[in-house]
């Protein structure tokens, strides 16, 4: 018969204490937004464990230092040990593809506001599921940009970053503060994120109703979907945003 074989020995609890960056205190309980605080680990679980446990995405976390050194998220705490979790530097570069963008089904209006600029940003209109929108992340190499805390913190993502704010003005901000994306407006189609041409008015005039005709000569049309475009009576407002965009964060030749 065989011995059951003996419990390894177990892992002694860990008590470090935490500091999270007063950028990153809205994701952690009211009771760790104020300073210091101690923690208690089980002496196993990684550092990246740690912060996601104090309600913090990866996503959002910095620089980790431990005593004053930078450390990875593999660092396995051990006691008396002190962790500063510091947010994201701005602006936040993404190697290893071109910067381009993937926003969940919340986001439509940041999706076309990101268009508007020239910014290669894909919108799901219809809700396909955090395991979907995950995987297209990874399958496109696209930052995925949500406010779904959970979504974030699926391990599949290429890379992702957290929308601080619920109204699309500070939205936008936020995220060209955060990745500085070069601004080329009115080159790509707002409805379906494909690049713009020019269009000869002959060309789309099946496209157009008579009275677009007769006021407006100059047209641009989506290479992908075959919208057509034109500086309508909105357009006062779209070039508000652009212009306030660019004043702020730079135009085509920005890095």
Not at 128 to 137: M, R, T, V, Y
Not at 194 to 206: F, T
Not at 219 to 238: I, N
Request: with cysteine.
């Amino acid at each position: 018969m065989t011995k059951p074989s003996a419990p390894g020995p177990s892992v002694a609890k860990q008590q470090i204490t935490v500091e999270v960056a007063s950028e990153l205190r809205l994701f952690v309980a009211h009771e760790r937004r104020q300073g210091v605080t101690a923690l208690v680990t089980d002496g196993v679980s990684t550092l990246g464990h740690v912060v996601e446990s104090l309600g913090v995405p990866l996503t959002e976390a910095g620089a980790l230092l431990v005593d004053g050194v930078v450390v990875p998220v593999s660092h396995v705490p051990r006691s008396g040990e002190h962790l500063v979790v510091r947010p994201v530097e701005r602006p936040q570069r993404v190697p290893g593809a071109p910067l381009r963008f993937l926003l969940d089904v919340h986001l439509g209006t940041l999706a076309r506001r990101l268009r508007l600029l020239g910014v290669d940003a894909a919108y799901e209109s219809e809700d396909i599921g955090d395991p979907a929108l995950a995987a297209l992340s990874a399958r496109e190499r696209r930052v995925m940009l949500s406010r779904d805390r959970g979504l974030l913190r699926r391990r599949e993502l290429w890379a992702g970053a957290y929308v601080y704010s619920d109204r699309p003005e500070e939205q936008l901000r936020d995220v060209l503060g955060r990745f500085a994306p070069v601004l080329v407006p009115w080159s790509r189609c707002t409805a379906c994120n494909g690049p713009l041409r020019e269009a000869d008015k002959d060309a789309v005039a099946d496209r157009l109703e008579h009275g677009t005709q007769a006021a407006y000569d100059v047209f641009a049309q989506c290479t992908v979907c075959e919208r057509v475009y034109w500086r309508g009576a909105h357009h006062g407002h779209l070039e508000a945003v652009v212009a306030d965009a660019v004043r702020e964060f730079g135009g085509p030749h920005a890095a």
